[in-house]
């Protein structure tokens, strides 16, 4: 009986495990085209203390609505060069989010200052991954990245801090 | 356990004192950095800079037949209205490659000081208010420009036809006919010259425009490979940096004093960062107008032109993909801070490129860091600076640094 129930849940197993594959198989990436949008924040200078900024690189957004991961290359952010992100956005019950329209600015709190060029959204990629070119940075020190999330739960924000050595 | 716990206590001891011993005896007191310094101290230094990233834009840019010919272009006088004026006019290799005037001379005068082509391979932008995105671009500004070279593409393409048929054709193919052309010719010359350029078939103004790009195309080339050497200031690091070696190249206490200022309370390092001492962008410090000119926007009218420009990286002049073309794509395009904003300069060489400014508004390094404490106002849009308070010791401390950072400038041999 129990070599019985065992064989069986292999059997499940192996076939679940097959389907998926297959699943993942046939389903590549799909790109999605996303529409652009432009957010532009005034970067008043602004001091935050230091231990008051959390930057832990995945969040909830400031409604709640979305968890959102930001993923430089290689997780660490060159300087003044160009290059992209890759955005992590899922929904509350961890779904991911594939549609949305996504905002993102940046600057430097403390010095007044925006980045020092416009990034964008430019592809949905699969799986809530959304890519982000454009991406730079002048200089060390505290930036913050300035994210509008609105897709199926609705419109959400987030600030992301980063500390740049 | 105990005993090896012991061993483990002594042996720190005993390395934390060898280390200290190591520091007294090898470093200046003034020559101690913390680690977050030294890395930024690295960041700096020419080492850091590697070679220049490529320039798709150009597929000529490595080429060594390319860097040939546009070296003998570069010192070219025939390409110019009156045959007197050649980029070395303005561009001088004795000099910085620049004039060391207020306003650059050509058959007039510009509106602007000439601004080096040393290390400028590493810049995403050029000019004062990088209305160009590329080396090849840059260098066809200076020669349709009235006040310039004063010239026009067909009599450059007549210049190349004449002078350098055979190295040209060698790289980019046959010539086109140019005998029964008009002798000057160009979208942006005078009236005369304009009509005579409209008067021409589509076919023959996109077969001389080649021509003209490939002229900047072959001088730009040449400028790739001209670069700074170590200044006092990299053997510094160098020896700070590598704890084997001692410290020779010694800077004195007041040039590290002004290297801390530099990295502190100066903020010079906000804007004036990596390897070339510059971010390449564009900033409004408070530098008014010279008497009597017009008023400069700088980048906010800069960044129009490069997105318009026939010979931008999206053109069908450049040789890149559009993916290559990332910081034209994603360029800023508009806002309150790029009224008057100027491209920051590297401070490489600063002490031999006097005057100061992008229209040579101030004659000595004295009088930048006199208007960098007191932080006027700008005449237009908002300045990014705010006094510095910092006392007459310490200004003279920071030009002190200035002047460590002066080193060789390194000119490609052209076969």
């Given at each position: ?15 679940s495990?097959v ?7 046939t389903?590549?990436p799909?790109?999605v085209p ?21 930057y ?10 979305y968890?959102v ?19 992590h ?13 996504i905002?993102?600015?940046g600057?430097?709190?403390e ?29 060390s ?5 300035k994210?509008?999330i609105?897709g ?10 980063l500390?740049l050595? | 356990?105990?005993s ?12 934390a ?10 470093a ?12 930024t ?16 834009s150009?597929?000529?840019a ?17 390409l ?8 070395a ?20 005068v ?6 080096t082509i ?19 671009s ?19 393409a ?31 010359g ?20 080649r ?33 084997t ?24 390092i ?8 510059t971010?390449?962008?564009f900033?409004?410090v408070g ?7 017009n008023?400069?926007?700088g ?5 129009r ?16 993909k ?42 000595t ?48 041999a052209?076969?």
């Amino acid at each position: 009986m129990r070599s019985r129930s065992i064989a069986s849940l292999a059997t499940f197993a192996t076939t679940s495990c097959v389907i998926a594959l297959c699943i993942a198989a046939t389903d590549a990436p799909r790109r999605v085209p996303v529409v652009p949008c432009t957010i532009q924040e005034s970067w008043n200078r602004e001091v935050v203390a230091e231990n008051s900024r959390n930057y832990a690189p995945s969040r909830l957004t400031d409604g709640g609505k979305y968890r959102v991961t930001i993923r430089p290359p290689d997780d660490r952010v060159p300087m003044r060069t160009l290059h992209s992100w890759i955005l992590h956005v899922e929904d509350m019950k961890g779904v991911a989010v594939d549609s949305a329209t996504i905002c993102i600015d940046g600057g430097m709190p403390e010095h007044g200052h925006g980045l020092p060029t416009r990034p964008a959204v430019t592809e949905a990629l699969h799986n809530g991954d959304f890519r982000v070119d454009g991406m730079k940075f002048s200089m060390s020190g505290w930036w913050v990245v300035k994210l509008t999330i609105d897709g199926p739960p609705g419109p959400d924000s987030i600030r992301f801090n980063l500390k740049l050595p | 356990m105990r005993s090896g716990r012991m061993s483990a206590i002594v042996f720190a001891a005993t390395a934390a004192l060898v280390v200290t011993g190591f520091v007294r005896t090898t470093a200046h007191s003034s020559d101690v950095w913390s680690g977050e310094d030294l890395g930024t101290l690295r960041s700096l230094s020419i080492r850091a800079a590697g070679p220049p990233p490529p320039d798709p834009s150009n597929r000529f840019a490595e080429d060594p037949r390319a860097v040939a010919l546009g070296k003998r272009l570069f010192f070219d006088t025939r390409l110019s209205s009156n045959g007197k004026v050649a980029c070395a006019t303005c561009h001088l290799p004795a000099r910085e490659f620049q004039d060391g005037l207020p306003l650059g001379r050509g058959v007039g005068v510009t509106g602007r000081r000439t601004m080096t082509i040393v290390g400028t391979a590493y810049s995403p932008w050029f000019f004062w208010d990088g209305r160009m995105d590329s080396q090849w671009s840059q260098a066809l500004g200076p020669l349709e420009s009235a006040v310039e070279h004063g010239g026009t593409r067909t009599l450059y393409a007549s210049v190349v036809a004449q002078g350098y048929r055979r190295e040209y054709e060698q790289l980019f193919g046959a010539l086109p006919s140019l005998a029964s052309l008009p002798r000057s010719a160009g979208p942006n010359g005078n009236a005369a010259e304009r009509e005579s350029w409209a008067a021409l078939s589509d076919t023959i103004r996109d077969s001389v425009t080649r021509v003209f790009v490939n002229i900047g195309k072959s001088i730009a080339a040449f400028e790739r490979g001209i670069t700074y050497g170590p200044s006092r200031f990299d053997k510094y690091v160098a020896t700070l940096t590598n704890a084997t070696k001692p410290a020779a190249a010694r800077l004195s206490s007041d040039e590290v004093a002004g290297l801390r200022l530099f990295l502190g309370r100066g903020q010079c390092i906000r804007c004036h960062t990596g390897p070339m001492l510059t971010d390449n962008l564009f900033h409004n410090v408070g530098v008014a107008d010279r008497v009597g000119a017009n008023p400069d926007s700088g980048r906010a009218t800069g960044v129009r032109q490069v997105i318009a420009g026939e010979f931008n990286c999206l053109g069908r002049f450049s040789d890149a993909k559009k993916s290559e073309c990332g910081e034209l794509t994603f360029v800023v395009k508009d806002g309150a801070e790029l009224v008057q904003a100027f491209r920051t300069p590297s401070l490489r060489n600063i002490a031999r490129r006097s005057p100061y400014g992008h229209a040579g508004q101030f004659a000595t390094l004295a009088r930048v860091l006199d208007h960098y404490n007191r932080a006027p106002s700008a005449s237009a849009g908002h300045s990014e600076l705010e006094p510095l308070h910092l006392t007459p010791t310490q200004l003279r401390q920071l030009e002190a640094f200035l002047r460590t950072l002066d080193g060789p400038v390194i000119v490609p041999a052209a076969r």
